[in-house]
Antibody
Framework: QVQLVESGGGVVQPGGSLRLSCEAS????????MHWVRQAPVQGLEWVAL????????YYSDSVKGRFTISRDNYKNTVYLQMNSLRIEDTAVYSC?????????????WGPGTMVTVSS | EIVMTQSRLSLSVTPGESASISCRSS???????????LSWYLQKPGRSPQLLIY???TRASGVPDRLSGRGSGTDFTLNINRVEAEDVGIYYC?????????FGQGTKVEIK
């Protein structure tokens, strides 16, 4: 069965950095785009970033563009999110999500998430 | 950016009755390939979201046929027939026509 497990969250000061990881299993990882989505405390869902199946294309939300970098290692079945210049408003649970594939337009599996707290 | 609006933030439903959740987009989600790039998710308490419906009306694997999605263009509805206790949670719509994927604010469904 498909499993996505995030790690790397924690408490960081404003301006600091963190690197999140999401290890995938149960599907052919190198065939699917992977997303990061976040949810601030008691808030809704916000899409953050996407990397295509082969790493050739990346997309970011305006709120993180220039500060966050998504990457992947198809040999390790892992997608990463490097977060720099963190702000208080980046505090959220960060989840990775598997793209639905050629049909497009949806996330068919989500990980449980890892909490990132930006605080002084 | 396409703005997604779910007009009702909460809904209280009697078990066995039906419920409808609406979602409106600021731009049409109908692609020229004929698909509406609208999906629905349920986030149960303490859990990650799970996919319910994609491309406007296609049920995801394992989703009971009590749930159905309809609509096209800018107006979409998720219908839940014969509501059960397991249906409680927050329902989100999401657009994927533009690569800046955006979600509605969510509609919380509770059981009376």
């Amino acid at each position: 069965q498909v499993q996505l497990v995030e790690s790397g969250g924690g408490v960081v000061q404003p301006g600091g950095s963190l690197r999140l990881s999401c290890e995938a299993s149960g599907f052919n990882f190198s065939n699917y785009g992977m997303h990061w989505v976040r949810q601030a405390p008691v808030q809704g869902l916000e899409w953050v970033a996407l990397m295509s199946y082969d790493g050739s294309s990346t997309y970011y939300s305006d709120s993180v563009k220039g500060r966050f970098t998504i990457s992947r290692d198809n040999y390790k079945n892992t997608v990463y999110l490097q977060m720099n210049s963190l702000r208080i408003e980046d505090t959220a649970v960060y989840s990775c999500a598997k793209d639905g594939g050629y049909l497009g337009g949806f996330f068919d599996y989500w990980g449980p998430g890892t909490m990132v707290t930006v605080s002084s | 950016e396409i703005v997604m609006t779910q007009s009702r933030l909460s809904l209280s439903v009697t078990p066995g009755e039906s419920a409808s959740i609406s979602c409106r987009s600021s731009q049409s989600l109908l692609h020229n390939n004929g698909n509406n790039y609208l999906s629905w998710y349920l986030q149960k308490p303490g859990r990650s979201p799970q996919l319910l419906i994609y491309l406007g009306s296609t049920r995801a694997s394992g989703v009971p046929d009590r749930l159905s999605g309809r609509g096209s263009g800018t107006d979409f509805t998720l219908n839940i027939n014969r509501v059960e206790a397991e249906d409680v949670g927050i329902y989100y719509c999401m657009q994927a026509l533009q690569t800046a994927w955006t979600f509605g604010q969510g509609t919380k469904v509770e059981i009376k």
